[in-house]
């Protein structure tokens, strides 16, 4: 499993970014009755045209469709979720019905007015139907989100040495025989996060 975008965001994925957070001030925007609105997601703070990279292998099940300001989406039935990638450029690099592979390079975070982003959302999978609710029906609130919905943080902070702890550039990217596109980390990044790992499996296991 992958970190969906090549590097920890400088900004913290929790509070007012995370999963949970108030939205009340959009749902008095979007006039939602009751005005309560909580954020079923995480926002990872990225400049835009930052590839969007697969979490897990995978086949695209709708998308890309707008999704908010001049952004779209993308869905993704991974092996152990659904996730929807979210605030992404309308042009991606997969379109429903084709096959994703981990870590493959499915689109690009899109320009939008105000902080850009890829808003992410993860479902069990155990629920059916459109992931987003009707939000004229307070029996949706808070999240107005699909039953199944589930909160990403703690797989994104297991996933924190699959990428580079910080922004690097140049990105360079490399091909599969397939036509699939990857980002090509630095040696340097692939060497950290082997010792990253390894010191978060041995805090795991080892009672300090
Ligand atoms: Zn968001």
């Known amino acids: 499993m992958m970190f969906p975008v090549p590097y920890i965001p400088s900004e913290n994925y929790l509070g007012g970014r995370g999963f949970g957070a108030d939205r009340s001030a959009v749902a008095a925007l979007l006039k939602i009755p009751g005005g309560q609105l909580k954020h079923g997601a995480v926002d990872l703070i990225v400049p835009p045209n930052t590839p969007v990279l697969a979490m897990e292998d995978g086949v695209v099940t709708k998308g890309p469709y707008g999704f908010f300001l001049n952004v779209s989406a993308i869905e993704i039935k991974h092996t152990s979720f659904i996730a929807r990638y979210c605030e992404i450029h309308p042009t991606t690099e997969v379109r429903a019905g084709d096959p994703v592979k981990e870590g493959q390079v ?70 599969d025989a397939d036509g699939k596109i990857y980002v090509a980390f630095p040696p340097e990044v692939i060497a950290a996060n082997v010792l990253g790992n390894l010191a978060r499996s041995l805090r795991n296991t080892v009672p300090f």
């Open 106 to 175: 499915i689109g690009y975070v899109g320009n939008q007015p105000g902080a850009d982003m890829l808003h992410l959302e993860l479902f069990s999978g155990t629920a059916t139907g459109g992931l987003t609710l009707d939000s004229k029906n307070t029996k949706n609130a808070p999240y107005y989100r699909r039953k199944d919905m589930i909160d990403p943080t703690p797989i994104l902070d297991r996933l924190r040495f699959t990428v580079a702890q910080r922004a690097f550039r140049p990105l360079k990217y490399v091909k």
